[in-house]
């Protein structure tokens, strides 16, 4: 099979989707790499690492979608992109179609292969393409909402763990899934008071037990969250329901009864949001203020720590890719139920549950 490689063209998206190890293993499985030139640049990955590799370097994205079998991404494809996709073409990356109406048009029009990272699943439930990228995520939103606590970027100048004497700052976790803990984990290290609220009791029970002492875990609800937001310095959205839209779990009348130049961090923006205030925003621009409070919700937040992220998210996938290159896309299919479920839309019809009826469409 021949696979390609073009450079992400999402705002401030560094990453690149393989690294030349990853080449290096999918050439010698007999394989052909299309890399389009300087792709790997920004994450630390220089053209002659990809040659020295085996790759094929090319200059224009349109060049890779015309010759390749299956296209590697790491952020979906983009409207300059849509009509390079070919007929029966494999597209094989983070897609997030429950939140994007126009993408998900686009794909069914193009009649390509479309298997999604981020619904690719284990048996028992995890998301193994998200997870890496969860980790970085959920680390990076307490980096982020400590910045923008300091003044000089709108916060309301609080030190996450104080000072002795001191009182310190109070971070609520939305969701203790892996964003959440890495959050959690962060902030605790911090030396915050960080509560930490998800639905699922058993979860909360393993939490209590592997958290540390300033980690305190609450049942997920309205009410709970209402109480929460009042005293929050930071809160972190970190919700997931699986190939759906995020449901809005702090509303704008919260967000009135927040402390001004507090901070919200909308990490569950890529699915929607789950502040009813939010709104994506890039690296470039990252933040805006509603009701005074801060809200930070890039999209694609492990772009800006890119070397992590790349080296962490290929680990992950790199197995995966090499399965459809071995057996074409049926074949793996059929092999391995967790790459079935990564199916989104297939030769114009939509595979996938949730993201048929975010549209009303045909499933
Ligand atoms: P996960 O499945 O590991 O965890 C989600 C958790 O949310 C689960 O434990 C679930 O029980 C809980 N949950 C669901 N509804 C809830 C509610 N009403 N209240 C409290 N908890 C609730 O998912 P994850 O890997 O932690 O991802 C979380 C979100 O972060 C996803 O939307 C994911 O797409 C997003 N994400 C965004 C970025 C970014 O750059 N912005 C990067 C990585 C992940």
Redo the contacts with the bound molecule.
Sequence with gaps: MIVGIPKEIKSAENRVCMTPAGVEVMIKSGHEVLVEKSAGAASGFADDAYIRAGADMVDTPKQIYAGADMIMHVKEPLPPEYDLIREGQIIFTYL?LAADELQTRALIKSKAVCIAY?TIQKADG??PL??P??E???RMAIQESARFLEMTHGGHGILLGGVPGVELATVVV????????NAAKMACGLGAKVYL????LD?LRYLSDVMPANCFTLM?SPATIRKLVKKADVVIG?????GAK??K?VTRDMLKTMKTGSVLVD?????GGCFETSKATTHGDPTFVVEGVVHYC??????AVAKTSTLALTNATLPYALQIANQGWKGAMQANEEIKRGANVINGKVTYKAVAEAFGLGY
Excluded: F, K
Aim: aromatic share 0%; proline share 7%; hydrophobic share 50%.
């Design positions: 997030h981020e995890t998301l998200l997870t990228m969860s970085v995520a959920g939305i969701g203790g899934g892996v964003v959440g803990v609220l998800d639905l699922n979860r997920s970190a919700v997931l329901i699986p995020a449901p779990l990490v569950a923006i890529d699915q890039v999209a694609n937040m492990p772009g």
